[in-house]
T-cell receptor, first 114, second 115 residues
Framework: SQTIHQWPATLVQPVGSPLSLECTVE??????LYWYRQAAGRGLQLLFYSIGIDQISSEVPQNLSASRPQDRQFILSSKKLLLSDSGFYLCAWSKVGFDTGELFFGEGSRLTVL | AQSVTQLGSHVSVSEGALVLLRCNYSSSVPPYLFWYVQYPNQGLQLLLKYTSAATLVKGINGFEAEFKKSETSFHLTKPSAHMSDAAEYFCAVVPWAGNNRKLIWGLGTSLAVNP
């Protein structure tokens, strides 16, 4: 069966510090991968999605970047965090090909920037 | 542009009462429709989905939703609420046609269940 894990679960970082959130998927090959951010009262915001290694699309201009060094690994990074980067970050995957909208989410990473 | 509207950011029901969470979408072509549930401090989980088959869709945990094309709605219901149903519920749409097939999300409805 397929599983998805992301870490760390909780992170408290000072403004201006770097960020690295990692997500890995097991039990499937060549998944579509996604990073979402969830802020209170604002629903889910798609940040990045990837259909393959080194194929990453950015949905929203921001202080963040994403990389996919391996087929089932997706990393969210920042060189210098802003207060506005605080939120709940969710990694997700879907089956390759036609996007039916069925996503499988990780447990989430709560980032607090102070 | 496609959009999803969830009426009511907060809904409160008594245990055993009917749960009704509303979702309306804007689309010229019937889309794929989804309900996801998010328990506190967890990721989202698919509750049910409509993909142009039966208009009444049954999901996990006793939830169901009915696709009504004439009303562009996909409301989520459960006959009898349980305390464990307290969570955030998200309605989402994938346009049936077009190149951009990514999910369009509603803002979510927080369901509280009172004893």
């Amino acid at each position: 069966s397929q599983t998805i894990h992301q870490w760390p679960a909780t992170l408290v970082q000072p403004v201006g510090s770097p960020l690295s959130l990692e997500c890995t998927v097991e039990g499937t090959s060549n998944p579509n991968l996604y990073w979402y951010r969830q802020a209170a009262g604002r629903g889910l915001q798609l940040l990045f999605y990837s259909i393959g290694i080194d194929q990453i699309s950015s949905e929203v201009p921001q202080n963040l970047s994403a990389s996919r060094p391996q087929d089932r690994q997706f990393i969210l990074s920042s060189k210098k965090l802003l207060l506005s980067d605080s939120g709940f970050y969710l990694c997700a995957w879907s089956k390759v090909g036609f996007d039916t909208g069925e996503l499988f989410f990780g447990e989430g990473s709560r980032l607090t920037v102070l | 542009a496609q959009s999803v509207t969830q009426l009511g950011s907060h809904v409160s029901v008594s245990e055993g009462a009917l749960v009704l969470l509303r979702c309306n979408y804007s689309s010229s072509v019937p889309p794929y429709l989804f309900w996801y549930v998010q328990y506190p401090n967890q990721g989202l989980q698919l509750l049910l989905k409509y993909t142009s088959a039966a208009t009444l869709v049954k999901g996990i945990n006793g939830f169901e939703a009915e696709f009504k094309k004439s009303e562009t709605s996909f409301h989520l219901t459960k006959p009898s609420a349980h305390m464990s149903d307290a969570a955030e519920y998200f309605c989402a749409v994938v346009p049936w046609a077009g190149n951009n097939r990514k999910l369009i999300w509603g803002l979510g409805t927080s369901l509280a269940v009172n004893p």
